[in-house]
């Protein structure tokens, strides 16, 4: 896969999440954020198993989102903190690769 398709691929899955966070809550979660979130993960590692930003993504909590029912501040941190790491390998990119 080319280089330009991983960042184009990215961006489809934040633009997904942000979808899903508007729209798909529920008590218990986010309908079809862990999809989303996985793919992700393999995404990345597809990239490059041997980028640093693996081993960040392998804590279980990295790419956790709580739903405002949980913790209506917490969820805005989360969300926060899952989309900047997509951002984060879109400008890695960027930045080395493009």
């Known amino acids: 896969m080319e280089v330009n398709e991983f960042k184009s691929r990215c961006e489809s899955l934040i633009e997904r999440l942000e979808n899903i966070i508007k729209t798909k809550v529920t008590y218990t979660g986010y309908e079809g954020s862990d999809d989303v979130l996985r ?38 941190t989360d969300r926060e ?10 400008k890695y990119i960027e930045d080395y690769c493009e």
């Open 39 to 76: 793919e992700f993960r393999h995404l990345v590692y597809a990239f490059d198993s041997k980028l640093p930003l693996n081993e960040e993504l392998s804590n279980p909590n990295a790419l956790r989102l709580c739903t405002p029912y949980e913790s209506p501040d917490g969820s805005k």
């Open 81 to 90: 903190r899952v989309i900047g790491y997509m951002r984060f390998f879109i």
